[in-house]
Structures are given as C-alpha cells and as structure tokens.
C-alpha cells in the first residue's frame, strides 16, 4: 500500500524548472510588494559603483535586507546615503534569481526624521573637526577696508539685494557674485565650487581678486539648509585664502559652514556690516584725529618754542664766545714776526754749516781725481782689449793651420767656436763701452753737483761776498774795524773799497795791482731739467 500511495503523489504535482519558479516568485513579490516604505540603517555603503548604480543593506536590530539604487534615481536624491544613517527608503522589492534573493529598489530617500539629520551632523562634525578643519587657530582676521567683496548666494532672492543696499549705505565698494543654488540637489557642490572659484583668480587680473567672501542664505529648515552641512563645502570654506563670513540662515540656524568660516553672521545683513566699515563713522573720525592731531602738534610747537627761549637766555653772547679764540689769535700774531726771524736765522746757520763742508777747491780735486781714475781705466781697459784681441788672432791664424789638414767635421766646430769668440768680443767692446758711458755720466752729474753748490750762482741771484784784506770772506759786520780795506766780490767781478772810519770819512786804499778775474758764465739749465742753485728760501 505505501508503494501505491508513493506514486499517486508523484503523478498528482506539476514539474516546474528552477527558473520558472523564480520567475513565480520573482512575479508574486513584485505584484505584492510593488510600492513599500521602509525605515532602517544604511550599512555597507562605499559609494556608487563605477556603473554609477549603488548596493547596500538596510538593518535595524532584528533583520537585514539588501538595497540598490539604480544610476538615473542615485542622481536625483535629496540626500546621499552615507553609513550609519536612519533613513526612510521608497521602493519596491524584487528578488534576483540568480542568488534566490530578495532585495529593494530604492527610488526615493530622506532622513528619518530631524533627529536622524541632527545625528548625522553631529557626526560629521566630530569627524571634521578631529581633521582640524574647525580649529580657531586657523581663522583669518577679515580686513579692515576691502576693495572688492565676493558673495555666493542665489542672484534672484531677497538675500543679494539685502546685502548690495546694505554696503552701499555703509562703503560703497564693487561687489561680485558668484551665483548658486542654495538648496536642492547639487547646491553643496556649486558652493564650494565658487569658493574655491574665487580663490583661484590671480590679483592684478581681469577680474579682481575679493578681499573678503561672503556666503549667504536665508533662512529655511533643517532639509533647506542641508546643502552647507555638506563635507565638500566645509573643506572647500577651511581651505579657503581669502577670509569667509558665513551668514547662512537667521541667528538660531547653524549649520558646519558655521564653524569652518572664519566669521559667522547671524544674517546676511549683519554679514554686509561685518565686512565693510560705516564710511560717515571712518570721515568723522578721520576729521576728529586731524584735529587732534593739528592741536597737539601747536602744543608740541609752543612747548618746543618756550624751551627754546629758555635755553637762548642760558646761552652767553657773541663776544663772550669769540674774546679768547681772539686773544690766542691776537698772541699768535704778535709772535709770528719773531718766530719768523728765529726760523730764518735756525736756517741760514744750517746752510752755512753745510757750504763750509763744500768748497769748491775741494770738489775740483775730487772731479779732477775721479777723471784721471776714469782715464786710466779706460786706458788699461783698452790695452787689455788689445791684448785680447792680440793673443786670439794668434790663437785663431795657429789654428787655422793646424786645421787644414784636420777633417771637416772639427773644422765646422773651429768655425762655432770662431764664432763664438767673435760674439764674446764684441760683448766686451760694448761692456768697456757702457762702463765708460756710465763713468762719463757719473762725473757730468758731479759737476753739475759742483755748479749747483757753488756761491757764484747764488752771487748771480744778485748777492755778493765781502773779503777783509786778506782775502777772507766777512760773515759778520763785528769783524770789520773801522778804516779796514775790503774787496767786494760780485757775480762779474770784484770791487775795491773801505770802511768808514771814526770821523766818519771813508778811506780809499791803494788800488790793487791785480784785477778780478770775471766769472765764468753759468751752464744754460738742460731742458725739463731744475736749476741747479733753486734751493730752501731759508
């Protein structure tokens, strides 16, 4: 019986192949389960494949399914999906047959609920600012007085006009805006892209560089605002050179921009009051300092002017400073005469020490001897040349016998030698040659030595000597008694005359049998050559 059982079991069942189930099931799921919501923890995400499509798993504490976004829904999500949110997906299940898998295609996706997108801010603030990227340290002072002001926002809202009217009250100074979205898909992006826009223009370009930046919304819920909670404009806002007043939203609204930005506004207008001065507020303050500055500099000037006074009256007159520079001036006067004699006399004796020491008979000698000793060289020197000369042509006229029968190979070496012999001679012909120029040279130069020591050119300059009777030069009148002959030496002759006597009546002595001899005229002074008696007027 249990075999006859077995087999009416088996008759009774349809057969279906492996993937004709699937597709049932696949089919049932779907007509089921065509349209659900579901709330659960993404996990697993690591961004859209490079399909563009992307795979995860939603879980909550008790179970797992699997979700994928196609490329064309990925592209239009409010949010991305990141790891560890709590959202709220929209889809519909299906089951991937290959795996016997279900899984949801996600169509749409929102946070589950604002505690879920405060959670996730908080997260993603602590990891940003364990980068650093909210550190105070880092933040920019904004300046003082900036020429030109970039601003991203939306070029059709309130919040554009808020912000030129509000700077155009204030300072008014060019403005450029960099427009964006400020909310929906792609906002974050066009944000940082104009910050980071803006940072890259060179200064002294086409387009000038801002000096400041302002990004402004305004305000708006949570979902709103999301766009400057992303991490690509908070990095691009940390990042920034130029300094960023953030003025997203009203006073209560944060969001991570907030803390990037070197400046938060409460508002986009309290941002326009931030960035540029009150240009009344800097023109009486520049007026209030001018005059400050004019009344302390005339205080300054009257203090420095008394102070002057003070000091003329300490001061001693004009000829209390000039009485003893005039004294020492007027001692120094009285004694240059007598110094001048003093220095005069100091000279003459030193001149007459040292004519004493040269006298012309003296000198004469020394020429006279230095030329016989020249002579006598040269003589000596002529007779040894001819010597010389004497024993190698004997050398030469007994080897040019000997050699006629010598081969010709020491014939060619008699005639190097000859040769030689012959340029050695005429070296010794020039040396006797330069020795007795160099000689003659040395005693011209003493001669010209004698001449220029000699009286006679000073008797030319229009002095004379006086000799007592007997023929001695009279340096001093003392020497002299009264009636004495003197002879009077000038640079043409002598002159003959006397003393004056007691009684004052000059006598007259008895002419001289023999006449002066005149002076040999002096030598003519070589060309570019001194005169040879110019010497010390003292």
């Given at each position: 019986m249990t075999s006859f059982f077995s087999d009416d079991s088996r008759s009774n069942l349809a057969e279906l192949t492996v993937s004709e189930l699937s597709g049932s099931i696949k089919r049932t799921i779907e007509t089921a389960f065509d349209h659900v919501r579901v709330r659960g923890e993404i996990s697993g995400y690591r961004g859209p494949h490079s399909?563009?499509?992307?795979?995860?798993?939603?879980?909550?504490?008790?179970?797992?399914?699997?979700?994928?976004?196609?490329?064309?829904?990925?592209?239009?999500?409010?949010?991305?999906?990141?790891?560890?949110?709590?959202?709220?997906?929209?889809?519909?299940?299906?089951?991937?047959?290959?795996?016997?898998?279900?899984?949801?295609?996600?169509?749409?996706?929102?946070?589950?609920?604002?505690?879920?997108?405060?959670?996730?801010?908080?997260?993603?603030?602590?990891?940003?600012?364990?980068?650093?990227?909210?550190?105070?340290?880092?933040?920019?002072?904004?300046?003082?007085?900036?020429?030109?002001?970039?601003?991203?926002?939306?070029?059709?809202?309130?919040?554009?006009?808020?912000?030129?009217?509000?700077?155009?009250?204030?300072?008014?100074?060019?403005?450029?805006?960099?427009?964006?979205?400020?909310?929906?898909?792609?906002?974050?992006?066009?944000?940082?892209?104009?910050?980071?826009?803006?940072?890259?223009?060179?200064?002294?370009?086409?387009?000038?560089?801002?000096?400041?930046?302002?990004?402004?919304?305004?305000?708006?819920?949570?979902?709103?605002?999301?766009?400057?909670?992303?991490e690509v404009v908070v990095r691009a806002a940390a990042a920034s050179a130029i300094p960023l007043i953030s003025a997203v939203g009203h006073e209560t609204d944060w969001t991570l921009i907030d803390y990037a930005a070197d400046v938060r506004a409460p508002t986009p207008t309290g941002a326009a009051e931030m960035a540029v001065p009150v240009k009344a507020d800097l023109v009486a303050q520049v007026a209030s300092l001018a005059a400050r500055l004019s009344g302390a500099t005339s205080r300054q000037m009257e203090i420095r002017r008394q102070g002057v006074r003070a000091l003329t009256r300490a001061l001693p007159s004009l000829d209390q400073l000039l009485a003893l520079p005039r004294r020492r001036f007027d001692e120094a006067a009285a004694g240059l005469g007598r110094g001048l004699e003093l220095n005069t006399m100091a000279k003459r004796r030193t001149f007459e020490r040292s004519a004493s020491a040269l006298r012309p008979d003296m000198l004469a000698r020394r020429i006279g001897e230095r030329r016989q000793r020249v002579s006598e060289r040269a003589a000596l020197a002529e007779r040894i040349i001819e010597r010389m000369?004497?024993?190698?042509?004997?050398?030469?006229?007994?080897?040019?016998?000997?050699?006629?029968?010598?081969?010709?190979?020491?014939?060619?070496?008699?005639?190097?030698?000859?040769?030689?012999?012959?340029?050695?001679?005429?070296?010794?012909?020039?040396?006797?040659?330069n020795e007795l120029k160099t000689n003659r040279a040395t005693l011209s130069a003493q001669e010209r030595m004698l001449q220029s020591l000699s009286y006679k050119n000073v008797l030319l300059r229009g002095y004379a000597v006086i000799r007592d009777d007997a023929d001695r030069p009279v340096s001093r009148a003392a020497a002299l008694a009264a009636g004495s002959a003197i002879s009077i030496e000038f640079a043409d002759g002598k002159v003959a005359a006397v003393t004056e006597s007691d009684d004052g009546e000059p006598r007259h002595p008895a002419p001289q049998p023999t006449a002066a001899r005149p002076a040999a005229a002096p030598k003519p002074p070589k060309r570019n050559e001194p005169p040879a008696g110019q010497g010390s007027l003292f």
């Open positions: 399909s563009g499509h992307a795979y995860f798993s939603l879980k909550d504490d008790k179970s797992r399914i699997d979700a994928v976004i196609w490329k064309g829904s990925f592209s239009k999500l409010k949010y991305r999906p990141e790891e560890g949110m709590e959202v709220i997906a929209t889809g519909r299940i299906t089951t991937f047959p290959g795996s016997s898998k279900y899984q949801i295609v996600i169509e749409q996706m929102e946070p589950a609920g604002a505690g879920a997108l405060m959670a996730l801010i908080e997260e993603r603030k602590r990891k940003l600012g364990a980068e650093g990227l909210f550190d105070p340290a880092a933040k920019q002072l904004l300046p003082f007085m900036p020429r030109v002001i970039g601003v991203v926002t939306s070029p059709t809202g309130a919040v554009i006009r808020d912000i030129l009217h509000r700077i155009a009250d204030r300072f008014p100074v060019h403005v450029l805006v960099w427009p964006v979205k400020v909310q929906g898909e792609g906002c974050g992006e066009e944000v940082a892209n104009a910050i980071s826009g803006f940072n890259a223009l060179e200064p002294g370009g086409v387009i000038p560089r801002p000096d400041v930046l302002v990004v402004a919304r305004g305000g708006g819920s949570l979902e709103d605002l999301w766009g400057f909670n992303d000369i004497d024993r190698l042509r004997a050398r030469v006229t007994g080897a040019d016998a000997v050699l006629r029968n010598l081969p010709a190979r020491l014939r060619a070496q008699t005639d190097r030698s000859r040769d030689r012999l012959d340029g050695l001679m005429r070296r010794a012909d020039g040396a006797v040659l």
